[in-house]
T-cell receptor, first 115, second 110 residues
């Protein structure tokens, strides 16, 4: 089945620094990838949708300049949390959709802790 | 009214019991229906995927979709401790958006 690889699984960074999270579709081409944020015991909150070769579409309330998304190829999307602050600490999850299939595949998630 | 309603109350069952989960929704345009299993500190894993109304079975899992009632269900037979996880329903109109339920935490007691 479709596999989405997400790295790193866990990262701790200092306040004010930037962190990059990678999301790769391993065995299919993903024209569209999605980035979610999940708070403890809550459902997933869509942050942005990224299409290969074009700018990401951000959900209302998500800061574009803080959460930079790049979808440079059909198999790779990255999320960079810039100038991270403790309130950015969260669980970030990417997902990808294979063309013609609406069962989205999720990565394993990245737990970001900003100290 | 939220697009997808899933009673988030935790569910504890003894090993071997049938687990029954359900979601209701308000948008009749939803066509694709999914159930995801999420273990703690992991991303959701696609368990069942159905298109339109009907039943689908995969091993111990059965998914049911009743579009006329806007109601979907997931049944887990012969539940195992390894089934202990949060189960999320999700659905799509066929565009690039997924609507999620809040998730049900299931605990299977040995």
């Amino acid at each position: 089945g479709a596999v989405v690889s997400q790295h790193p699984s866990r990262v701790i960074c200092k306040s004010g620094t930037s962190v990059k999270i990678e999301c790769r579709s391993l065995d299919f081409q993903a024209t569209t990838m999605f980035w979610y944020r999940q708070f403890p015991k809550q459902s997933l909150m869509l942050m942005a949708t990224s299409n290969e070769g074009s700018k990401a579409t951000y959900e209302q309330g998500v800061e574009k300049d803080k959460f930079l998304i790049n979808h440079a190829s059909l198999t790779l999307s990255t999320l960079t949390v810039t100038s991270a602050h403790p309130e950015d600490s969260s669980f970030y999850i990417c997902s990808a959709r294979e063309r013609g299939f609406y069962g989205y595949t999720f990565g394993s998630g990245t737990r970001l802790t900003v100290v | 009214q939220k697009e997808v309603e899933q009673d988030p109350g935790p569910l504890s069952v003894p090993e071997g019991a049938i687990v029954s989960l359900n979601c209701t929704y308000s948008n009749s345009a939803f066509q694709y229906f999914m159930w995801y299993r999420q273990y703690s500190r992991k991303g959701p894993e696609l368990l069942m995927y159905t298109y339109s109304s009907g039943n689908k079975e995969d091993g111990r899992f059965t998914a049911q979709v009743d579009k006329s009632s806007k109601y979907i269900s997931l049944f887990i037979r012969d539940s195992q401790p390894s089934d202990s996880a949060t189960y999320l329903c999700a659905m799509s109109r066929g565009n690039n958006r997924l609507a999620f339920g809040k998730g049900n935490q299931v605990v299977v007691i040995p």
